[in-house]
């Protein structure tokens, strides 16, 4: 990335500025990730015009995809790297450790752009920086092996690989968001003890102010009455849900009803960007197309995403300690054990969630983390261990601030804001119509004078599952006419008219039984293979009631109690879905 002088920069024009700020403050971009988590942190400068902030990128992160749209979309008032080293500011603000911190003339504090101090990492031979061990200062620091001339490796971002350079500290304040971080720096960097300073997490405050708009967030991602929405989140790395387990994201959409689960990927910006947004999209295609919401990494999407959660499946990344630390039940996906920190919040996770078996249905696995979890007191221990001052993250970030820039608060309080509530977010659709479905349906009860019949209908889709009955007995497939995957349609039991007539559907798909064909929005006619015809009337609408259901209604109970049959029967759709009362009746 190019950049020039700012003219709101030290060494700019000034006299060309509109406002004349006394303080200027340096916010350093790594990568999107920690863009995201500065642009959090700097909030606590809002409103207050004696202070410009300008920002600049180290260019030293491996993942540098992303940051210029980053940057140009959010209009962020940009200078060059170089330009950055060779001018002074009052303070700048970093949510990483990597390039070369050393060099920035300003009182630097340094923060953590996750869940707190969780991974191990080391630094690559010359990755923009000293090399490894360098700064210290024992023998054979340039080793990675544990304890060989260096201490043992603690997280990244509490030892002295990445907080000391020729013997002194780089940041003149590092932010920790629990009290349990200083025994991890007394181990990992005795000397920065003393600029230690517990803040708490402002991540987590913002989450906890957001839990009261949790419906309005359901809204935006679509959630029904009665829906579940399952968050999946995966870091970056071989390791990751992604890259260790991505079997996962199609499992979840191929064994967990359609009608009752709505589901949304949140992928840390090093995957998305570091592939290409593109790539990621095309990667999960089929799974869009089946309902998969997947929002861009760098908005704040993800958050009211784990507002809105009912259960997740993670691995070691941040969200997954966000995620039970707001008591969301889950499931780790993948596990990277040796890139977690001893001790750390993430560690103690690991070793409390499940793993999810690839041998039990999902379903299943996921009640039971439900279950379980609640009341768990070993859990509750590590949700204790996200922020030490809850609710005071950005006051006491302001407060350190303020005292270098050597300037009174301003009067009005730094608090947590909600998170906005994103656009309506939706699978992002490439056909129209329902794809293919792989159905289920039981008739529950028998038909008695006094006692109307119950149709259980599970709808999963056709073209996800490993195979046809991996998880689904007795199983019917419903197709659109105009499927695009053609394979569905000739082995549809059910085909929904679009444009042909019934009888022409029967003539030329040997193996269907019903067509539906839509009348009014509560009315549709059903063509049964031996010559009935059906009205289904749908007595008492929700929001899931079609065409295909009233036909696998149909479909069920001519199984169930043989040809000629017609009556009332009650449909769900979901174990916690509201029922809805339909009358099939022979024309």
Known sequence: MSGQTHLAAPGGSGRWCTIAPSR?????????????????????????????????????????AGIEEFITTRELPFISWDEARRLEFDLAVSTSRGGELQDISAPLIGTPHGAGYNKKLSREP???????????????????????????????????????HEGELIPSALVLSHDEQRERLRQGCPEALPIAQVIGDPCMDQLCVSTAFREEYRVAFGIRPGQKLLLLTSTWGRNSLMGGAPDVVRRALAELPRDEYRIVAAIHPNAYHGHGGWQIKSWLAPFIRSGLMVPAPETHTW??????????????GSVSIYASAQGIPGLLASFDEESVAAG?????????????????????????????????????KVRGM??????????????????????????????????????????????????????????????????????????????????????????HVVAEEQEPDVRWAHIADILVARMSTPQQLLARHPGCTVVAQADPPSV????H?????????????????????????????????????????????????????????RC
Not at 350 to 355: A, E, K, N, S, T
Request: glycine share 10%; net charge negative; proline share 8%.
């Open 344 to 380: 750390s919040p993430m560690d103690l996770l690991g070793q409390l969630l499940p793993r999810v078996s690839a041998f039990l249905p999902l379903s299943e696995q996921l009640g039971r983390a439900a279950r379980e979890q609640q009341g768990d007191t070993r859990l509750a």
């Open 126 to 164: 010359g990755a923009g920086s000293r090399e490894p061990g360098a700064g210290s200062r024992e023998p054979g620091a340039g080793s990675r092996e544990p304890g060989a001339g260096s201490r043992e490796p603690g997280a990244f971002g509490l030892t002295a690989e990445w907080l000391l």
């Open 529 to 585: 293979r031996s010559g009935g015809t059906y009205t289904a009337r749908w007595t008492s609408s929700v929001w899931w009631s079609s065409p295909a259901l009233a036909a696998t209604a149909l479909y069920a109970c001519l199984s169930h109690f043989g040809p000629g049959w017609e009556g009332e029967v009650q449909v769900e759709a979901g174990e916690d879905l509201p029922t809805a009362l339909l009358s099939l009746r």
């Open 303 to 316: 958050k009211a995403a784990l507002c809105a959660a009912d259960l997740f499946l993670g691995d070691h």
């Open 524 to 527: 549709c006619r059903l063509h």
């Open 386 to 475: 996200v922020t030490s001052r809850p609710m005071e993250a950005l006051a006491r970030l302001r407060r350190l601030c303020y005292s270098f820039l050597g300037l009174e608060e301003p009067p009005y309080p730094a608090v947590a804001q909600p998170v906005g509530i994103p656009r309506a977010v939706s699978a992002a659709q490439s056909v129209p119509g329902e794809p293919a479905l792989s159905v289920h349906a039981q008739v529950l009860e028998g038909r008695t004078a006094e006692v109307q019949p119950a149709v259980s209908v599970r709808r999963y889709p056709a073209g996800l599952q490993g195979s046809l009955n991996a998880h689904l007995p007795d199983v």
């Open 24 to 64: 200027t403050v340096l916010g350093i971009i790594h990568n999107v990730t920690s863009a995201t988590r500065l642009l959090d942190l700097l909030t606590v400068f809002d409103g207050d015009t004696r202070i410009q902030t300008v920002f600049t990128c180290t260019g030293s992160s491996p993942f540098a």
